[in-house]
């Protein structure tokens, strides 16, 4: 099993875990909202990122995983670039949205993990 379809299972699971339950998606904002704590996502993104770039070429779609890969990348990469304020007003704008978009939300996880697992 290659290192992407081990991710797209990951995000899957996570997917499922927010499908049942978005308030845990609600506290994983608010947690990483706090002091610098973004950060570390963006770290993580942007290792995500090159990780699905450079592991694109032995996938089934080099092309949609590459996508991918960039975006990540690219929203790691802007982490850094914003001020912590503006992440910040970014994070309390997706905070007061409704229950019911956060169910949204987890079921794109849930669709993304599955184009990474299936693509990857």
């Not at 080099?62 to 670039?81: D, E, N, P, Q, R």
């Not at 949205?97 to 987890?106: E, T």
Request: contains cysteine.
């Amino acid at each position: 099993m290659s290192v992407i379809k081990l991710i797209g299972i990951i995000v899957l699971i996570e997917g499922f875990i927010f499908s049942l339950n978005p308030h845990l998606l609600i506290k994983f904002l608010k947690f990483f909202r706090e002091g610098k704590r973004v950060y570390y996502i963006g770290i993580l993104r942007i290792l995500l990122g090159l990780l699905f770039i450079f592991n694109s070429a032995q996938c089934k779609s080099k092309y949609i995983i590459s996508i991918i890969g960039v975006l990540t990348l690219a929203g790691g990469v802007f982490t850094f670039i914003l001020k912590l304020s503006k992440i910040k007003a970014i994070f309390d704008w997706w905070l007061k949205k409704s229950y019911y978009v956060f169910q949204i939300l987890s079921f794109f996880i849930l669709f993304l993990g599955s184009i990474i697992f299936y693509f990857g």
